[in-house]
Nanobody, 119 residues
Framework: QVQLVESGGGWVQAGGSLSLSCAASGRTGSTAIMAWFRQAPGKERERVAAINWNGSITTYADSVKGRFTISRDNAKDTVYLQMNSLKPEDTAVYYC????????????WGRGTQVTVSS
């Protein structure tokens, strides 16, 4: 079992930046794929970014390309999401998730951290 804990959410004005962290514990050997999702009120959950085990492959939602960067530090069992040029539409609860081998089926989830971007 893997446990994930997000941190770094908060409030920021449009155009600002925030950095999220997600620390994994437990069976961290099964965290080959790590991803950030978000869900805004009344909207479906959206995968924002994902990264493979060594960081050589990353993928982003079109809505955040060029503004968000996902990275990971395996020595610290932590994945990061650097969010720049934030927009009000980025407001959501951001969740960290992980999978042993699938880019589409995630088996462990964090509880989420709120990101609010004001105009």
């Amino acid at each position: 079992q893997v446990q994930l804990v997000e941190s770094g959410g908060g409030w920021v004005q449009a155009g600002g930046s925030l950095s999220l962290s997600c620390a994994a514990s437990g069976r961290t050997g099964s965290t080959a794929i790590m991803a950030w999702f978000r869900q805004a009120p009344g909207k479906e959950r959206e995968r924002v970014a994902a990264i493979n085990w060594n960081g050589s492959i990353t993928t982003y939602a079109d809505s955040v390309k060029g503004r968000f960067t996902i990275s990971r530090d395996n020595a610290k069992d932590t994945v990061y999401l650097q969010m720049n040029s934030l927009k009000p539409e980025d407001t959501a609860v951001y969740y960290c998730a992980t999978s042993a081998h699938s880019w589409t089926w995630y088996t462990a989830w964090g509880r989420g951290t709120q990101v609010t971007v004001s105009s």
